[in-house]
């Protein structure tokens, strides 16, 4: 089957069901409470100086990558919903695919950066400004973008070229896993397929709960409480993240097949593709004092 000459067909589990607005009217307020939420951060970053930081760089650029996630998806996710047109063409869907496997290969990549970052903090503090100089910092950002920009190239790539069995793609975008599902039985394809999950995935996942166990350990031989408070909470909001971001991903990439796991993997997929790039911002800002103030501040009140 050449994979160019057709349309595929966009399988969301909302298809024959009648309440579609409000479903449209649901993704909508989602999407514009993500896309505030960061930039609003990416605003307060930029313009105060005593958030140019590591973490308030690496902040940045997570609140960027999670207004793109949205971005990939949910505008043509409504658009179909109010249209009732769930077709998309060749170009369409792989265009789709590249940039979000390129914002989440970032965003893999941006919380294990992330996690290094406290980790230094926490456990070689003396040597925190050395490590994560500015120049490093940015050079790291530029790795970690031009890794998930040559990663997407390849695996888009890839994928567009295996040959496929249907045209129905269940999930309700364009999405690697979804095709490696409809495409003909091809070893190579499995197999990078599960590298794919292994190296941008799994592996910054353990490196990073590598990374909190020794940082946790660090914390409970610190002496005196309030220390070990402070200690903690510069940690807990960037473990809700990892937990929610991977959490849903891992679910979804390392599961076995199911019976029926449409409905299942998509409603988990919303929950990583959507929701959480709109809560990230929310949990970092109401857990953390000094971006707190910075918004006041931004929109002018004492």
Same mark, same amino acid.
């Given at each position: 089957?050449?994979? *160019?000459?057709?349309?595929?067909?966009?399988?969301?589990?909302?298809?024959?069901?009648?309440?579609?607005?409000?479903?449209?009217?649901? +993704?909508?307020?989602?999407?514009?409470?993500?896309?505030?939420?960061?930039?609003?951060?990416?605003?307060?970053?930029?313009?105060?100086? !005593?958030?140019?930081?590591?973490?308030?760089?690496?902040?940045?650029?997570? $609140?960027? #990558?999670?207004?793109?996630?949205?971005?990939? $998806? @949910?505008?043509?996710? @409504? !658009?179909?919903?109010?249209?009732?047109?769930?077709?998309? /063409?060749?170009?369409?869907?792989?265009?789709?695919?590249?940039?979000?496997? !390129?914002?989440?290969?970032?965003?893999?990549?941006?919380?294990?950066? &992330?996690?290094?970052?406290?980790?230094?903090?926490?456990?070689?503090?003396? !040597?925190?400004?050395?490590?994560?100089?500015?120049?490093?910092? #940015? &050079?790291?950002?530029?790795?970690?973008? @031009?890794?998930?920009?040559?990663?997407?190239?390849?695996?888009?790539?890839? $994928? $567009?070229?295996?040959?496929?069995?249907?045209?129905?793609?269940?999930?309700?975008?364009?999405?690697?896993?979804?095709?490696?599902?409809?495409?003909?039985?091809?070893?190579? +394809?499995?197999?990078? *397929?599960?590298?794919?999950?292994?190296?941008?995935?799994?592996?910054?996942?353990?490196?990073?709960?590598? *990374?909190?166990?020794?940082?946790?350990?660090?914390?409970? =031989?610190?002496? *005196?409480?309030?220390?070990?408070?402070?200690?903690? /909470?510069?940690? /807990?909001? =960037?473990?809700?993240?990892?937990? &929610?971001?991977?959490?849903?991903?891992?679910?979804?990439?390392?599961?076995?097949?199911?019976?029926?796991?449409?409905?299942?993997?998509?409603?988990?997929?919303?929950?990583?593709?959507?929701?959480?790039? &709109?809560?990230?911002?929310?949990?970092?800002? #109401?857990?953390?004092?000094? #971006?707190?103030?910075?918004?006041?501040?931004?929109?002018?009140?004492?």
């Amino acid at each position: 089957m050449e994979n *160019s000459t057709y349309n595929f067909f966009i399988l969301t589990f909302t298809t024959q069901m009648k309440n579609k607005p409000l479903l449209s009217l649901f +993704f909508i307020l989602i999407y514009l409470t993500g896309v505030l939420a960061n930039l609003t951060t990416i605003t307060v970053i930029y313009r105060y100086q !005593h958030l140019h930081t590591p973490m308030y760089l690496f902040l940045c650029n997570l $609140s960027l #990558v999670d207004l793109c996630y949205t971005t990939t $998806s @949910v505008p043509k996710l @409504v !658009h179909m919903f109010l249209s009732g047109d769930y077709t998309i /063409s060749f170009t369409q869907c792989f265009t789709q695919m590249y940039f979000f496997l !390129h914002v989440a290969t970032t965003e893999d990549l941006l919380l294990l950066i &992330m996690a290094y970052d406290r980790y230094i903090a926490i456990c070689n503090p003396l !040597h925190y400004h050395c490590i994560l100089s500015k120049k490093n910092c #940015v &050079m790291f950002m530029v790795a970690v973008w @031009v890794t998930g920009c040559i990663n997407s190239v390849f695996a888009t790539l890839t $994928s $567009s070229a295996i040959p496929l069995y249907s045209n129905i793609v269940p999930q309700f975008f364009c999405e690697f896993k979804a095709f490696a599902k409809i495409s003909c039985p091809n070893a190579g +394809f499995q197999l990078f *397929s599960y590298m794919e999950a292994v190296i941008f995935g799994f592996g910054p996942f353990v490196c990073s709960i590598l *990374s909190y166990i020794k940082v946790i350990i660090v914390i409970l =031989h610190i002496k *005196s409480s309030d220390r070990r408070t402070k200690a903690f /909470s510069t940690c /807990s909001s =960037h473990l809700i993240v990892l937990t &929610m971001f991977y959490g849903t991903w891992m679910i979804v990439y390392i599961i076995p097949p199911l019976k029926d796991p449409r409905v299942f993997e998509q409603t988990l997929s919303i929950l990583y593709a959507t929701i959480t790039p &709109m809560l990230n911002p929310l949990i970092y800002t #109401v857990r953390n004092k000094d #971006v707190k103030r910075a918004i006041v501040k931004l929109v002018g009140f004492k």
